[in-house]
């Protein structure tokens, strides 16, 4: 299986031994040895039910398979990355926040709740399930962990919300008032509550 590290704190660094990763197309900043790089087309699952989900949500994912032997280096926009391991679970992930992923894993595309918002933030996400890793960028610096328990739910920002995983309940959360409170009331206002027992990823920074 090829694997990923985190060379440094805004570059991913892939190590293939005769093994393969997709990653986000164009995001390849350098590369040594014997590498090949094929267009892997649209994630998001496979079959006419996810073809359609993908054209009605415009969550795709424009991606690229990296095979051979050798290190390949990846980055976008200098955003910060982590990589993060799955073992047979899933990971609900908005697709821009997306850089790569290594192992057995499939990308589907989750609808995440109503309609009728003004942004399309959370609405429908990408999962990623299965073994492996999936290295995922971060705006305005390192993800921020948030842990949910039934005890204490938790409030996002759909704008701030990088990834989930874990036994979540996503919904929406519409009469909130501190958007207006910090100036930003432009169009209506929700945010993303999470109920159950898993961890949130939040970025310090909006889309």
């Known amino acids: 299986m090829a694997q990923l590290f985190e060379q440094s704190k805004k570059v991913i660094e892939a190590h293939l031994a005769g093994t393969s990763i997709r990653a986000i197309s164009g995001s390849m900043i350098a590369y040594e040895g014997n590498v090949q790089f094929k267009s892997a087309g649209f994630g998001g699952g496979e079959g006419v039910l996810s073809g359609l989900k993908r054209r009605a949500t415009g969550e795709k994912l424009s991606l690229m398979e990296c095979n051979g032997n050798g290190r390949v280096f990846f980055a976008v926009n200098g955003q910060n990355v982590t990589v993060v391991n799955l073992d047979n679970d899933t990971l609900q992930v908005e697709s821009q926040q997306l850089l790569a992923f290594a192992g057995n894993l499939r990308t589907d595309v989750r609808f995440a709740g109503v309609g009728g918002m003004s942004s399309g933030s959370g609405l429908f996400t ?68 999470f109920d159950g027992q898993g961890v949130v990823l939040i970025q310090p920074a909006e889309r």
Do not use: K, M
Request: charged share 15%.
């Open 126 to 193: 990408t999962t990623v399930s299965g073994q492996g890793q999936v290295a995922l960028l971060s705006a305005g610096g390192p993800l921020i962990h948030l842990e949910v328990t039934p005890q204490y739910p938790l409030i996002v920002d759909p704008d701030a919300f990088v990834a989930s995983r874990g036994n979540l309940n996503q919904s929406f959360v519409t009469d909130v008032s501190w958007r207006t409170v910090v100036g930003q009331d432009a169009g209506e206002a929700f945010s993303l509550r």
